[in-house]
């Protein structure tokens, strides 16, 4: 999996998931009712003299039936998630890959919400939003979203606390400052 979110050679992973495969539950639900249609619409068209379109129709119903539900469940099957001690990302596509970066120096304000069935179930979903008005990361029907939230945040913390240069440095620039200060005052 980290071959396909492009880690960097010294990023370490922390964590990583994908979505439940319920979050397909709807399109399975409409793909039946349209199964159910199509196969309705089928036996009405053999029992009268209904025209080649009703059957077309009819056997259109069931097709969409069957590959709406798959191709949801494909397309779960193909979305990731991942944090590394850098940065999160979510990797989504079917055909082709979308693979979205956020630092985590960049993270601005995370959530985590459960819909009932996630309370009891244990899954939910995480938003993490980003400074500079970017979309916000969403890790969709995740297992232990409160726990991935905490991760995130505690990383981010970690990751706004670097400040640039050495203590050298910044003891260098306090002295230049000071010179400044004296050359000014007098």
Same mark, same amino acid.
């Given at each position: 999996? /980290? #071959?396909? %979110?492009?880690?960097?050679?010294? #990023?370490?992973?922390?964590?990583?998931?994908?979505?439940?495969?319920?979050?397909?539950?709807?399109?399975?639900?409409?793909?039946?009712?349209? &199964?159910?249609?199509?196969?309705?619409?089928?036996?009405?068209? !053999?029992?009268? #003299?209904?025209?080649?379109?009703?059957? @077309?129709?009819?056997?259109? %119903?069931?097709?969409?039936? +069957?590959?709406?539900?798959?191709?949801?469940?494909?397309?779960?099957?193909?979305?990731?998630?991942?944090?590394?001690?850098?940065?999160?990302?979510?990797?989504?596509?079917?055909?082709?890959?979308? +693979?979205?970066?956020?630092?985590?120096?960049?993270?601005?304000?995370?959530?985590?919400?459960?819909? +009932? @069935?996630?309370?009891?179930?244990?899954?939910? /979903?995480? /938003?993490? =939003?980003?400074?500079?008005?970017?979309?916000?990361?969403?890790? &969709?029907?995740?297992?232990?979203? !409160? #726990?991935?939230?905490?991760?995130?945040?505690?990383?981010?913390?970690?990751?706004?606390?670097?400040?640039?240069?050495? %203590? =050298?440095?910044?003891?260098?620039?306090?002295?230049?400052?000071?010179?400044?200060?004296?050359?000014?005052?007098?």
């Amino acid at each position: 999996m /980290t #071959e396909d %979110l492009l880690l960097g050679d010294d #990023e370490e992973l922390l964590w990583s998931g994908r979505p439940r495969l319920s979050a397909a539950a709807e399109s399975i639900a409409g793909g039946l009712v349209l &199964v159910a249609g199509g196969v309705g619409a089928g036996l009405l068209v !053999r029992g009268g #003299e209904a025209p080649p379109v009703g059957a @077309l129709l009819a056997a259109g %119903l069931v097709l969409l039936g +069957v590959l709406a539900p798959a191709w949801r469940l494909v397309a779960l099957r193909r979305t990731r998630y991942a944090i590394s001690d850098r940065a999160i990302y979510a990797r989504t596509g079917v055909f082709s890959r979308s +693979v979205r970066r956020m630092g985590l120096d960049r993270v601005q304000n995370s959530a985590y919400g459960q819909p +009932v @069935l996630g309370g009891v179930f244990g899954y939910g /979903t995480v /938003t993490v =939003e980003s400074a500079g008005g970017e979309a916000p990361v969403r890790f &969709v029907r995740i297992d232990t979203p !409160r #726990e991935v939230r905490a991760l995130v945040d505690r990383r981010a913390a970690l990751a706004g606390d670097d400040l640039p240069g050495s %203590l =050298e440095q910044w003891r260098a620039v306090r002295a230049e400052l000071r010179a400044l200060r004296a050359a000014l005052v007098d």
